[in-house]
């Protein structure tokens, strides 16, 4: 268990209002990320942070941004949601073991826009 | 751009029975790792088993192992003895610069 929660697990909104999700993780952990998974695409990286205020874009980023503050959150933003990006949305960290990065995946975050 | 690409969305599998599902890859790296994460209808994502690319020695864990053909770009993933546990989809992946891209998953049935 990497110590990695995530809210609200469930949200139903409407298209254009803002919606964020929070990551949260207990371990200190440098690399967090944000993917969302849909049918036929498996997980698809939207943003990556490699530390406070250093964030990069991913393979689909458009529409999305992401703050980190602090090193425990990372935070998803949907600045006006749209019914594309209903979705399951996965946090992860990186921790490096044995040499190698191993991703740990928090328990995901169903959002449906309406 | 590094590609990954599962060409089989679903496969079935007999309790007991072995069942492979495919998995290649495209890059111009050379070392690199890969890996087979499980995700039940749980959602959580669970790595199954990795590989790093300059290791020759497929990799094995229990009931699985991989089959890795550096050359040919394939990274297949063996499961022995299939148990009902095992269904689920599963994903491969491919490391570039610690990110990670996923190919489009295959969706494995175990049958009693």
């Known amino acids: 268990d990497a110590g990695i929660t995530q809210s609200p697990r469930h949200k139903v909104t409407e298209t254009g209002t803002p919606v964020t999700l929070r990551c949260h993780q207990t371990?200190?952990?440098?690399?967090m990320y944000w993917y969302r998974q849909d049918p036929g695409h498996g997980l698809r990286l939207i943003h990556y942070s490699y530390g406070v205020k250093d964030t990069d874009k991913g393979e689909v980023s458009d529409g999305y941004s992401v703050s980190r503050s602090k090193t425990e959150d990372f935070l998803l933003t949907l600045e006006s949601a749209t019914s594309s990006q209903t979705s399951v949305y996965f946090c992860?960290?990186?921790?490096?073991?044995?040499?190698?990065?191993?991703?740990?995946f928090g328990p995901g975050t169903r959002l449906t826009v309406l | 751009a590094q590609t990954v690409t599962q060409s089989q969305p679903e496969m079935s599998v007999q309790e007991a029975e072995t069942v492979t599902l495919s998995c290649t890859y495209d890059t111009s790296e050379s070392d690199y790792y890969l890996f087979w994460y499980k995700q039940p209808p749980s959602r959580q994502m669970i790595l199954v088993i990795r590989q790093e690319a300059y290791k020759q020695q497929n990799a094995t864990e229990n009931r699985f192992s991989v089959n890795f053909q550096k050359a040919a770009k394939s990274f297949s993933l063996k499961i022995s003895d299939s148990q009902l546990g095992d269904a689920a989809m599963y994903f491969c992946?491919?490391?570039?610069?610690?990110?990670?891209?996923f190919g489009t998953g295959t969706l494995l049935a175990v049958q009693p």
């Open positions: 371990e200190n952990h440098r690399y």
């Open positions: 992946a491919y490391d570039v610069a610690n990110k990670l891209i």
């Open positions: 992860a960290i990186s921790e490096t073991l044995g040499g190698y990065n191993e991703q740990f």
